[in-house]
């Protein structure tokens, strides 16, 4: 007989910050299950001088309550507080081999 199993179901974490907080933040990532992140540089169109960090990060669905909490509450000791936290699902934009590794295995 076959055993039921659902895979885990992974979001992608969009976090804008200020420059140079993303140290900060990636530290606060390691207790909320994060498997994967990358983060980048970003520059607004109407000002050359204005940049910001962007972090991209692969998160379990039943974290991202906490974690995005979490993450609010850091962004008001932030001097520059111009910050933004988002989830998108990733349930049908990549493969399910991609899927599984992402989530350590996948199934709950």
């Known amino acids: 007989m076959k055993k039921n199993t659902s895979l885990t179901k992974l979001y992608l974490l969009v976090i804008s910050l200020p420059k140079g907080k993303k140290e900060i933040i990636g530290d606060m990532?390691?207790?909320?299950?994060v498997t994967a992140y990358l983060s980048t540089l970003a520059r607004g169109s109407y000002d050359k001088d204005f940049s910001k960090e962007l972090m991209f990060c692969v998160i379990k669905e039943d974290q991202i309550?906490?974690?995005?909490?979490?993450?609010?509450?850091?962004?008001?000791?932030?001097?520059s507080n111009i910050s933004m936290i988002y989830a998108i699902p990733l349930e049908n934009i990549i493969g399910v081999s991609s899927y599984i590794a992402l989530?350590?295995?996948?199934?709950?």
């Open 29 to 33: 990532l390691g207790k909320y299950d």
């Open 65 to 79: 309550k906490d974690a995005m909490f979490k993450i609010e509450d850091k962004f008001a000791s932030f001097k």
């Open 103 to 108: 989530a350590n295995g996948g199934t709950k």
